[in-house]
């Protein structure tokens, strides 16, 4: 079991720069797949980035130059660098985790979920 709390969220100017972070709890926070996940307003939740337990790292193409995701095994801490940011990437970001590699741009594959963190880029 994995508790997940994340932090960071804001408000900012478009061209800012955010981070957040994702806090774990419980046991085996580094053989576990992590992943970032957002949702915007009327939208449904979209993959954003993900991490496997050794560190390779995939994301969606819009993010792709801007954001990057890593992890701390030893702090039990998943990042998120947001870097130029634009207001489309206005939303509530999640982090997420699962011990499978496979599928993991699909939601409903992860087996544990933070609360959420609000990012609003807005001049």
């Known amino acids: 079991q994995l508790q997940l709390v994340e932090s960071g969220g804001g408000l900012v100017q478009p061209g800012d720069s955010l981070t957040l972070s994702c806090a774990a709890s419980g046991r085996g926070f580094n053989v576990y797949a992590m992943a970032w996940f957002r949702q915007a307003p009327g939208k449904a939740r979209e993959f954003v980035a993900h991490i496997t337990s050794r560190g390779a790292t995939d994301s969606q193409d819009s993010v792709k130059g801007r954001f990057a995701i890593s992890r701390d095994n030893a702090k039990n801490t998943l990042y998120l660098q947001m870097n130029s940011l634009k207001p489309e990437d206005t939303a509530v970001y999640y982090c997420?985790?699962?011990?499978?590699?496979?599928?993991?741009?699909?939601?409903?594959?992860?087996?544990?979920w933070g609360q959420g963190t609000q990012v609003t880029v807005s001049s």
């Open positions: 997420a985790a699962k011990k499978s590699n496979s599928w993991y741009r699909l939601i409903d594959t992860y087996d544990f």
